[in-house]
Nanobody, 126 residues
Framework: VQLQASGGGLVQAGGSLRLSCVVS????????MGWFRQAPGKEREFVTA????????IYSDSVGGRFTISRDNAKKTVYLQMTSLRPEDTAVYFC????????????????????WGQGTLVTVSS
């Protein structure tokens, strides 16, 4: 299973970006999908996750109300729409896949995710 994230870039505070993550190999619908981020000098942190069919989502407190995760199972792609960006959102953003049985809850813990993308850099200028 391979994950390819894209869409990062430089944006001014208050702006928006949309990240994409395309998954190849495996059965996309069997994975919950998550986004994590890692700022310079900091540990990787959970951002958001979406259930296998897309009906359930969870967010970190720091991005709730500003970021929206979605997925298109036909395209094997998960998206992260980021709005009202702040300088503290600057980080490398990683998408990740968690193999779950249908009724299992999504995890906020990076250790629970089975596959990772290479990351895409988001820089928010003040």
């Amino acid at each position: 299973v391979q994950l390819q994230a894209s869409g990062g870039g430089l944006v001014q505070a208050g702006g928006s970006l949309r990240l994409s993550c395309v998954v190849s190999g495996g059965t996309f619908g069997r994975y919950a999908m998550g986004w994590f981020r890692q700022a310079p000098g900091k540990e990787r942190e959970f951002v958001t996750a979406i259930s296998r069919a897309g009906g359930g989502t969870i967010y970190s407190d720091s991005v709730g109300g500003r970021f929206t995760i979605s997925r298109d199972n036909a395209k094997k792609t998960v998206y992260l729409q980021m709005t009202s960006l702040r300088p503290e959102d600057t980080a490398v953003y990683f998408c990740a896949a968690e193999h779950l049985i249908l009724t299992a809850p999504m995890s906020r813990r990076s250790q629970e995710y089975d596959y990772w993308g290479q990351g895409t850099l988001v820089t928010v200028s003040s």
